[in-house]
């Protein structure tokens, strides 16, 4: 009797289990791992079959070799394999070659997998130039590279060194030792730094993935405006940690990553007194810096909120006329970021009609997408407003995306004419045709607690 009563409890505590776990289905907005990494394999071979013979033709390249270890991989290594490739294998080589636009680029994996049949994965043996049998895993990989390489004699072989770009850096002193070695001095003669090859491949986005950063940059939105909600906060009681880790927390609950944790501040009339978390009060102005990464995608969005005193139903007029100005920046900044221009003279030209506007802001603009600080140009930092030596120097082009980032400081009456600084930061599209818009939109009125 005993037992069957336990087991008529367990059914019903399985079954009640089977039910919930029905009814609390993870929400995945943006599919399952599976239905994300068969969009990735698809940006993957569009960019291996269109992006990257355009980019080698356009340097002058040939050859570019992409050597590393496993868990020392080169930066531009994700952009080069499957969303179900996490490291290098042991020693992974690539090397494109291009046969010409006839035959088009030939790409070799000396370590890896086929990443879906996109590569030859070289396995098993190669015969040297002496005619001997090479194996191409453990010592003898760097002898089979070079009998591959002499094999088809380039004119120069581009590898990834710079003293500029991180992204074009990947190639490690022991690995450039041991790759001079086994070329020879013929070979190691022809090799040149090409830098806007790997800065590029990374820089120029894939149209494939304008829908699903856009829908990244929704879901975005709607994280900030439940953060800056009553839905979270509660004046006087809550901090600016509170609203940090809910934030982090949402994040992860949806599947999602984040590159970075988030922040929030607070500016309020007189100022706010020590550091560390702060209760948040009525009255108060709110900033976050909050960015989402999937699919090898990375958003960067600064918002801003406003506590409702007793009396209010909307923010004041001077809060509003201050990001009204932030928004004003924004749009003398887009008029200036021009293809064939580097992000040094869209800085330059864009703060000229700013100060010509009498409006008192620093821009410090770049790309995104790939990485959150992404390659490609930079447009100003907010402690360097004369132009960054070197990443401010690379054109703009497009199909690329940037995190316009930005403040404007004004003075507010009802603070006493105490200043305000609109920090913002909107993710945008250079399109291919030189046009800049927004991915989703951006932010014209105060997100509000009541």
């Known amino acids: 009797m005993l037992r069957k009563a336990l087991l008529a409890c367990f059914a019903v505590v399985t079954m009640t289990a089977s039910l919930h776990s029905q009814s609390t289905a993870p929400y995945r907005p943006l599919g399952t791992l599976r239905d994300q990494a068969a969009l990735q394999q698809q940006w993957l071979q569009y960019r291996l079959d269109s992006v990257m013979p355009m980019l080698m033709r356009e340097q002058g390249v040939e050859m570019w070799v992409i050597s590393m270890r496993e868990y020392n991989e080169d930066p531009v290594f994700p952009a080069l394999v499957s969303a179900t490739t996490f490291a290098a294998r042991r020693r992974t080589i690539y090397i494109f070659h291009d046969r010409g636009p006839g035959e088009g680029v030939e790409r070799l994996a ?6 879906g049949g996109l590569y030859e994965a070289l396995r098993g043996s190669v015969q040297t130039e002496d005619g001997r049998t090479e194996e191409l895993t453990g010592e003898n990989q760097w002898n089979a590279f070079a ?3 002499r094999e088809r004699n380039p004119r120069n072989i581009a590898v990834n060194m710079s003293n500029i770009h991180a992204f074009s850096d990947g190639l490690t002193a022991a690995e450039w030792e041991q790759m001079q070695a086994a070329l020879g001095p013929d070979l190691t003669s022809r090799v040149v730094r090409s830098e806007l090859l790997a800065v590029n491949m990374l820089y120029l986005r894939v149209p494939g993935m304008v ?4 829908k990244m940059q929704e879901l975005a939105w709607n994280l900030i405006s439940t953060a800056f909600s009553n839905e979270v906060v509660i004046p006087g009681v809550t901090t600016t940690d509170d609203v940090v880790w809910w934030m982090r927390q949402r994040i992860n609950d949806m599947g999602l990553q984040t590159w970075f944790q988030p922040s929030v501040d607070v500016q309020r009339q007189g100022g706010v007194l020590g550091e560390g978390p702060t209760v948040i009060q009525r009255g ?9 990464t ?11 909120g406003y506590v409702l005193r007793d009396y209010e139903t909307d923010a004041p007029e001077g809060l509003k006329a201050a990001l009204r100005n932030g928004n004003r920046l924004q749009d003398i900044l887009l008029a200036e970021m021009h293809p064939g221009r580097t992000g040094t003279e869209a800085l330059l030209a864009a703060l000229e009609v700013m100060r010509a506007e009498g409006i008192n802001g620093t821009i410090y603009t770049h790309p995104v997408g790939d990485n959150g600080h992404a390659a490609g140009p930079l447009v100003g930092r907010w402690d360097n407003q004369a132009g960054v030596p070197g990443r401010g120097d690379v054109p703009l082009r497009g199909p690329s995306w940037y995190a316009i980032e930005l403040q404007a400081t004004t003075p507010v009456p009802e603070w006493g004419n105490q200043t305000a600084r609109m920090g913002m930061e909107e993710d945008a599209e250079l399109t291919a045709e030189g046009r800049m818009r927004w991915i989703l939109k951006r932010q014209t009125e105060f997100h509000l607690v009541r």
């Open 284 to 292: 108060d102005v709110l900033h976050c810096d909050v960015g989402i």
């Open 147 to 149: 009998a591959l390489v």
């Open 211 to 214: 829908p699903i950063f856009r």
């Open 110 to 115: 000396l370590g890896g997998s086929s990443q």
């Open 294 to 304: 999937a699919l090898g995608l990375n958003t960067d969005t600064q918002h801003l």
